[in-house]
């Protein structure tokens, strides 16, 4: 773990409980004095603190040291999703948070599963462990969109990934939908005929989620 998040970090003093606790505590056997490394995931600092005392389920822990760093800003990468089951959104975000995408839109078309609901306040706990994983200091932004109409006012240029697109590695867009395994209705495809249309080189069939992970790989082509 390259750092513990703390919405409070940069603070004098912080208490850790919870996960971090278990984790820095009881995982790590981190001792009175030792310096834990905390983030906030909303500036640019690594806050060093040192533990002051540890409690049975608390541990406090005092502002020693603020360092500001220097981070390569992530590609304006947005990739769209095709709606599926949450569990399977909730499996792929510490990936394509790892790939550095920068936003995931979740959009209802069609032909997507269901009309599912997700839980953004687990999903973002899944995206500050990924962060504490890979040293990612910005949590990957998740945006629903209620339709391809909705997506398209927001992203009017985005490419479209579909059956018989060329090559989509060749592309310079920045914002690309994935549509679901069904793929896209005869009028989602109206809509979406003055956009760019790719495909993935692949002589196989692939689940939605591998085929939005493929897309998070261009990144860094």
Not at 22 to 38: F, L, P, Q, Y
Not at 94 to 113: A, H, I
Request: proline share 4%.
């Amino acid at each position: 773990m390259r750092f513990v998040y703390h919405e409070k970090a940069g603070q004098s003093q912080i208490t850790l409980e919870g996960e971090a606790y278990t984790h820095t505590i009881k995982a790590r056997r981190a001792k009175v004095n030792e310096r834990v490394d905390v983030s906030n995931l909303s500036d640019a600092f690594m806050f060093s603190y040192s533990i002051s005392n540890i409690g049975r389920k608390d541990a406090q822990l005092e502002l020693v040291e603020k360092t500001p760093l220097i981070l390569p800003p992530l590609k304006e990468m947005v990739v769209g999703w095709a709606m599926v089951e949450p569990k399977i959104v909730e499996k792929t975000l510490p990936m394509l948070n790892e790939l550095g995408v920068k936003t995931l839109g979740l959009v209802r078309l069609d032909y997507s599963q269901g009309n599912f609901k997700y839980d953004s306040e687990r999903m973002k706990r899944i995206l500050i462990n990924s962060c504490q994983q890979c040293g990612r200091m910005e949590l990957m932004k998740i945006v629903e969109y209620k339709s391809l109409s909705h997506w398209l006012e927001t992203h009017p240029k985005s490419a479209w990934v579909n059956f018989g697109g060329g090559d989509v590695h060749q592309s310079d867009a920045s914002a690309f939908l994935v549509g679901p395994e069904g793929g896209f209705s005869q009028n989602e495809c109206n809509l979406l005929t003055n956009n760019p249309c790719w495909g993935i080189k692949s002589p196989f069939i692939l689940r939605s989620e591998s085929a939005v992970a493929s897309i998070s790989v261009k990144i860094f082509g």
